[in-house]
Each structure stands twice: as C-alpha cells, then as structure tokens.
C-alpha cells in the first residue's frame, strides 16, 4: 500500500513555476488566478468514518487519516435522480424509472422547482426531498406582477429582443408558495403560510428528521420581521411559530435550521439579530431558545458529534478564520484549528475527525487532519509557492481605523516592483465595499486578485480595503450603510486613502480607482463626490440609482421611494453626473441580468446632457460578470485606461 507519499500527491499538490522569473500576462493574471482554491474540501467515507476520498481520473481511493495509508476502493455511485425540473415544471422519478408529472404549469409565470428571490437569503435551489426520500417541497413563484427588461440578442439577423423578469426596487414582486408532493399518493399540498402580506418571502426550509414537519422562515417584504413557523408535510396546516425576530434596519435569515444527531427535537439556529453577531443558537421544537455561542465574532456551523457542535469562527481576527467546538451541556469551547490563517474545514460523518485545509499571507496551503476532541493534529501536505519563478511584488496586510475612529478596517498593499521609497508612485484603489463582501483576509496573497500584481508589476502602488458594510465584522458594522448606500463606504475609504497619501512616495495629483457591480457603483461615487483626488476611474457594471435594482437587495438595505425617497435621492449618481471631472472609463455586459443596462446608459445620457466627457465600453454578449476571452479583452481595456490616463 502506498503511504503518505500518496496522500502528497492526491491532494491537490502544486509545483513551481519552471522558468526564469518574469512578469505576469494578462491571461495569467485574469484566466488562471485560482491557483489555490481555498473552498477545495475533503469528502469523508460515509462507510469507514476515519477515512477520507480522493477520486483521481482512473481510480479513488481510501486515506486512513490515523496511520495515513490509502487503499484503492470503488467511486461511490451517484444517487438516482429522484426529481428533476423540466422547463418550469417539476417531474418524479419512481424507482422504475417511471416519470410522473408533479405539476403541470402552461402559463410561464407559473414557476416550480426552481430557485427564489434572485437568490437572496441564501436560497440556491427550489427543490427538497424529506429524509425519507418520499416527499418533495418545492418552492412556486407567481412572477405575473413581475415587470420584464428587454434585454438584446445580437446573434440573430436583425437583432432578438428576449424579456427577464425583473423585480424594480418599490414595484410588484414574485409571489412565493410552498408545494409539497407526496410520492405514495401522488398528491401536492400547499403549506398555508399566512404571515404577512402575498410578497413576503419563504427561506430556509428545512424538514423534520422523522419527514412529518417542514419548517420555514417568513419574512415580510420590508425585511424587518421574520417568523420561524413548523407546518404539517402531510396537511400543510401550521402547527407553530417557534420564535420571532425584528430589526428596524432589517432582518436576514440566510441559514437552514440544522438538528442535533442525538436529539431530534433540538436544532441550531443561526441569526446576527439576536446579540449583535451572526451566532448559533440551540433551540428545541416546543420555542425554548438559548445562546450556544456566545462569542463576539460571527461564526457559522461547520458539523457535530452526540457532544460537541464545531463552528468555524472570526474570534481570532476578523481576518482569520478557525475551527471551534463547544460543548453541548456545558457551552466549553475549544479551538481545534492551529497556524494562523483563514481555515476551511470538513468534519467526518462520526464528527470524531475534521480536515484542515488552511492558508496565509505568505503560505499557499496546508492540508492537516485533527481529531474533534483536541488530542491530536496532523500536518499531511505543504504546498510549494506557485509564484516560484515570477516576479511578484511583496503583499503588506494591515489596517486602517475607519472614518467614525470605531474599527479597524483591514487593507492589503502592494507597493510596485524594484521599489524605491525616494520615487513618487501613482496609486490604483480597487474596490467593492458592499455586503457579503470581505475582500481582504488572512490567506495566501490576502486574497489578491492577480491583475492587482499585474498592475504593481507595472509601476503602480495597488490598495484594497475593506470598509464598513462589509461582511464578517458583526451587524453594526454591516448595518452602518442602511438607507445612505455609499456614505459610511466612501468615507471610510477615504480615510484610508488620506493614510495611503501620507507617505511621500505616492503622487496624490494620480490617484485611480476601479470596481466592478457595487464596486463600480463606489468608483463613480467617489468620483463624483471627492472630485479632486481622483484623477482616472474604471466602473464596471454599476449601480446608478437604487430605484432601479431589485427589490430583495435594494429594499433591505436602501428601503424604498415610500419610506426612504430621501436617501434614494442623495446616493443616485443620476444628477451627480454633472460633477464628474476626472476621465472615466464605464464598462457594461449588454445582456447583464443583474444590473440591468437601464443603469448605465442613463448616466451616459446625464453627462450627455451637460456636456460632461465620460467614455463607455459595452461587451454586447456579456453578462453581469464578463468571462473568457472577453474578461482578458476588459482587463487589457482597463488596464490601458489607466496606463493612457494615470501613469
């Protein structure tokens, strides 16, 4: 049998670079900058819980994690496709292969089985078998209210106009049921959600363990409310609401309820409302609910045992992410991760075992196995550099306090090749700024996007920050941008701008900035609202008037014309377009489905309209994140914007 040599090789092991050290391509910086996937995870052997897999191209196999050698084994086999969805219909396949239609919808804005609420609030899919594979809910959409976007096909001979339905900040929503068929009886129920008005939404279903009882999360469309209800499977009728959550800023249920192995009527329950951190909570069925992580950190479950529930934390650093347990009885924890560094871990299926795959500014990957109760730890695979052979410029991590002197706001800095401290450098702020957005951490490269290197490589000073309203630092800092998008944002990216230009080898006459989505919404705003630092701007897919964006995301955080015009009308970059000075470069997917063109061309229109010179790129088949071929022809366009205008 082979031993750890084996295990070396199987887990994702990467060489140097061969070659003399030289400067990165474009296509190297844009195609191939995941060279180190930090969410790559072990898959446990459900069968042999101390053994892990590792599928190869001819064969998988088996790795002891205790005396770390591997056997070759059979691939396991894929489970059966039980359901599928057909248009926007759903299909039951029984075990004799037996296709059976669940519903039959022919109107098109009759939905099943399909994701909801443009996947926000951490819904991803629409279908979801019971335990015991007899049953299937599924979420249905109504989108008849829905207003449609005509989006453009070049590809036909006189040009397709295609329509996406499109949800407008303040206009009518999709309406969202829940089905639930029952494969024995070829019967659906619906479950009789009654909370709130027709466009709230449903999220984060979870079943029972025993199948007899679904439980969802409601929210009202303000997203301030949310009800934690249990319902029949078999009748749809609601039999409780467990708890209740308000926020008079909003409320956020993005997690599925998780029941504890050894007692089926206690579960885990996440939520950032309750102490002012996204914690875990144990509840049981009859409503009693009590704090089991009582950190000051946002955490989020990773596994458990019949003892102990593992979470991976921000207690550390906000920069650093570790594996903890704590205890079930007692609320003891313990940190089970070692080496600083953003960890990723995977908890066997006997919860006595956990795989560490781990990295930092200066290390590429650590690959260790560790057993649950602390006693032991295992380092089994170190990467090599894979910049071995390129001339990367060195990556500083460190922080600067934000602009209301209450936190610290952690950037990454790359100062350009061949430095020299007596030269005056030309400096580009990359930037996105928005929620659920962490941008800089403790991993290898600080999470570097390789054009940054690219840049740095040719002369320019390269910084990246994360500001307020950004995710991983509690719900204060989050909520910091609630009904003023951009204010707290810019501000804080100011300061560290101010702390950047303090040192003599930055040129302040040229300062650029770059985003793309949010990011390209921050670039115009700061922009057009601190005219006189920035010098060149390239945005991307942005947001210009929240009127325009989708009701999920756009209400939660900016609420809408009735109860917010104010804001609304303060953070457009509609009539801020007359303010506009310095050369800036707007780049937009004609066919983006996120933010829909209607943005962009807007504003071009306003700067049109008062003689503002603004320069604009549209990728005619491009989506909201422009890929391939034509992602290296937008990095080179960005790129020469800002050789042409900043260096």
């Given at each position: 049998?082979?031993?750890?040599?084996?295990?070396?090789?199987?887990?994702?092991?990467?060489?140097?670079?061969?070659?003399?050290?030289?400067?990165?391509?474009?296509e190297?910086?844009?195609?191939?900058?995941?060279?180190?996937?930090?969410?790559?995870?072990?898959?446990?052997n459900?069968?042999y819980p101390?053994?892990?897999?590792?599928?190869?191209?001819?064969?998988?196999?088996?790795?002891?994690?205790?005396?770390?050698?591997s056997?070759?084994?059979?691939?396991?086999?894929?489970?059966?496709?039980?359901?599928?969805?057909?248009?926007?219909?759903?299909?039951?396949?029984?075990?004799?292969?037996?296709?059976?239609?669940?519903?039959?919808?022919?109107?098109?804005?009759?939905?099943?089985?399909?994701?909801?609420?443009?996947?926000?609030?951490?819904?991803?899919?629409?279908?979801?078998?019971?335990?015991?594979?007899?049953?299937?809910?599924?979420?249905?959409?109504?989108?008849?209210?829905?207003?449609?976007?005509?989006?453009?096909?070049?590809?036909?001979r006189?040009?397709?106009?295609?329509?996406?339905?499109?949800?407008?900040?303040?206009?009518?929503?999709?309406?969202?049921?829940?089905?639930?068929?029952?494969?024995?009886?070829?019967?659906?129920?619906?479950?009789?959600?009654?909370?709130?008005?027709s466009?709230?939404?449903?999220?984060?279903?979870?079943?029972s363990?025993?199948?007899k009882?679904?439980?969802?999360?409601?929210?009202?469309?303000?997203?301030?409310?949310?009800?934690?209800?249990?319902?029949?499977?078999?009748?749809?009728?609601?039999?409780?609401?467990?708890?209740?959550?308000?926020?008079?800023?909003?409320v956020?249920?993005?997690?599925?309820?998780?029941?504890?192995?050894?007692?089926?009527?206690?579960?885990?329950?996440t939520?950032?409302?309750?102490?002012?951190?996204?914690?875990l909570?144990?509840?049981?069925?009859?409503?009693?609910?009590?704090?089991?992580?009582?950190?000051?950190?946002?955490?989020?479950?990773?596994?458990?045992?019949?003892?102990?529930?593992?979470?991976h934390?921000?207690?550390?650093?906000p920069?650093?992410r570790?594996?903890f347990?704590?205890?079930?009885?007692?609320?003891?924890?313990?940190?089970?991760?070692?080496?600083e560094?953003?960890?990723?871990?995977?908890?066997?299926?006997?919860?006595?075992?956990?795989?560490?795959?781990?990295?930092?500014?200066?290390?590429?990957?650590?690959v260790?196995?560790?057993?649950?109760?602390?006693?032991?730890?295992?380092?089994?695979?170190?990467?090599?550099?894979?910049?071995?052979?390129?001339n990367y410029?060195?990556?500083?991590?460190?922080?600067?306090?934000?602009?209301?002197?209450?936190?610290?706001?952690?950037?990454?800095?790359?100062?350009?090749?061949?430095f020299?401290?007596?030269?005056?450098?030309?400096?580009?702020?990359?930037?996105?700024?928005?929620?659920?957005?962490?941008?800089?951490t403790?991993?290898?490269?600080?999470?570097?996007?390789?054009?940054?290197?690219y840049?740095?490589?040719?002369?320019?000073?390269?910084?990246?920050?994360?500001?307020?309203?950004?995710?991983?630092?509690?719900?204060?800092?989050?909520?910091?941008?609630?009904?003023?998008c951009?204010?707290?944002?810019?501000?804080?990216?100011?300061?560290?701008?101010?702390?950047?230009?303090?040192?003599?080898?930055?040129?302040?006459?040229?300062?650029?900035?770059?985003?793309?989505?949010?990011?390209?919404?921050?670039t115009?705003?700061?922009?057009?609202?601190?005219?006189?630092?920035?010098?060149?701007?390239?945005?991307?897919?942005?947001?210009?008037?929240?009127?325009?964006?989708?009701?999920?995301?756009?209400?939660?955080?900016?609420?809408?014309?009735?109860?917010?015009?104010?804001?609304?009308?303060a953070t457009?970059?509609?009539?801020?377009?007359?303010?506009?000075?310095?050369?800036?470069?707007?780049?937009?997917?004609?066919?983006?489905?996120?933010?829909?063109?209607?943005?962009?061309?807007?504003?071009?229109?306003?700067?049109?309209?008062?003689?503002?010179a603004?320069?604009?790129?549209?990728?005619?088949?491009?989506?909201?994140?422009?890929?391939?071929?034509d992602?290296?022809?937008?990095?080179?366009?960005?790129?020469?914007?800002?050789?042409?205008?900043?260096?």
């Amino acid at each position: 049998m082979r031993k750890i040599a084996l295990l070396l090789l199987s887990i994702i092991s990467l060489t140097a670079v061969a070659e003399s050290r030289r400067l990165l391509t474009m296509e190297e910086a844009i195609l191939s900058r995941e060279l180190i996937p930090s969410s790559y995870k072990v898959v446990w052997n459900e069968n042999y819980p101390k053994e892990f897999l590792h599928p190869t191209d001819s064969l998988c196999y088996a790795i002891d994690v205790v005396s770390g050698k591997s056997r070759v084994v059979e691939r396991p086999e894929r489970e059966k496709q039980i359901v599928k969805t057909v248009g926007n219909n759903i299909v039951w396949i029984d075990k004799d292969g037996t296709e059976i239609a669940v519903t039959n919808f022919t109107d098109k804005n009759i939905v099943a089985g399909s994701s909801v609420s443009r996947n926000e609030f951490g819904i991803s899919g629409g279908l979801f078998l019971s335990p015991d594979k007899r049953q299937l809910a599924f979420y249905q959409k109504d989108e008849s209210a829905v207003s449609s976007f005509p989006l453009l096909d070049i590809t036909t001979r006189t040009g397709t106009l295609f329509e996406i339905k499109y949800p407008m900040n303040g206009m009518p929503s999709e309406k969202v049921s829940v089905g639930v068929y029952n494969a024995d009886t070829q019967q659906t129920i619906y479950l009789a959600v009654d909370d709130f008005d027709s466009e709230r939404y449903l999220t984060n279903l979870t079943w029972s363990p025993d199948s007899k009882t679904i439980y969802l999360q409601v929210l009202d469309r303000a997203q301030k409310n949310v009800h934690l209800n249990a319902y029949c499977a078999a009748t749809g009728a609601k039999t409780a609401t467990l708890l209740t959550e308000h926020n008079d800023k909003y409320v956020e249920p993005s997690f599925p309820l998780v029941f504890l192995q050894s007692d089926p009527e206690r579960f885990i329950y996440t939520t950032s409302n309750r102490d002012g951190y996204q914690n875990l909570y144990l509840c049981t069925t009859t409503g009693e609910v009590k704090r089991l992580t009582a950190v000051d950190a946002d955490v989020e479950y990773a596994g458990q045992n019949s003892k102990s529930v593992f979470y991976h934390s921000a207690e550390v650093s906000p920069v650093e992410r570790h594996l903890f347990a704590v205890d079930i009885k007692t609320g003891k924890t313990r940190q089970l991760t070692r080496g600083e560094g953003w960890h990723n871990c995977t908890i066997s299926t006997n919860g006595e075992y956990f795989a560490d795959n781990y990295s930092s500014l200066n290390v590429p990957r650590v690959v260790a196995v560790g057993t649950t109760n602390a006693r032991h730890y295992r380092e089994l695979h170190r990467a090599v550099d894979p910049t071995v052979g390129y001339n990367y410029c060195p990556i500083e991590l460190g922080i600067v306090r934000s602009a209301d002197d209450k936190y610290d706001n952690y950037y990454r800095l790359i100062k350009p090749l061949d430095f020299d401290p007596t030269k005056r450098y030309p400096v580009i702020l990359y930037v996105y700024g928005g929620p659920h957005s962490q941008m800089v951490t403790n991993s290898f490269q600080a999470q570097l996007r390789r054009w940054e290197m690219y840049m740095a490589q040719r002369g320019y000073v390269v910084f990246v920050m994360d500001n307020r309203g950004t995710d991983n630092r509690g719900l204060d800092f989050e909520q910091a941008i609630h009904r003023q998008c951009g204010v707290a944002e810019m501000a804080d990216q100011i300061a560290g701008l101010k702390w950047l230009m303090s040192h003599s080898w930055v040129d302040s006459s040229r300062i650029g900035v770059h985003g793309w989505s949010y990011g390209g919404f921050m670039t115009i705003s700061l922009m057009v609202n601190y005219p006189d630092i920035f010098k060149v701007g390239v945005a991307g897919g942005p947001v210009i008037d929240w009127r325009w964006y989708e009701v999920m995301y756009g209400e939660r955080y900016m609420e809408s014309e009735a109860t917010n015009a104010e804001g609304l009308n303060a953070t457009s970059l509609i009539p801020r377009a007359k303010d506009l000075k310095g050369k800036l470069l707007i780049c937009q997917g004609a066919v983006d489905d996120v933010v829909v063109w209607q943005h962009s061309l807007n504003f071009i229109d306003e700067c049109i309209k008062n003689w503002v010179a603004v320069d604009y790129f549209p990728y005619p088949r491009a989506h909201h994140n422009v890929r391939g071929k034509d992602r290296v022809h937008l990095m080179q366009k960005v790129t020469d914007y800002f050789e042409d205008y900043l260096k």
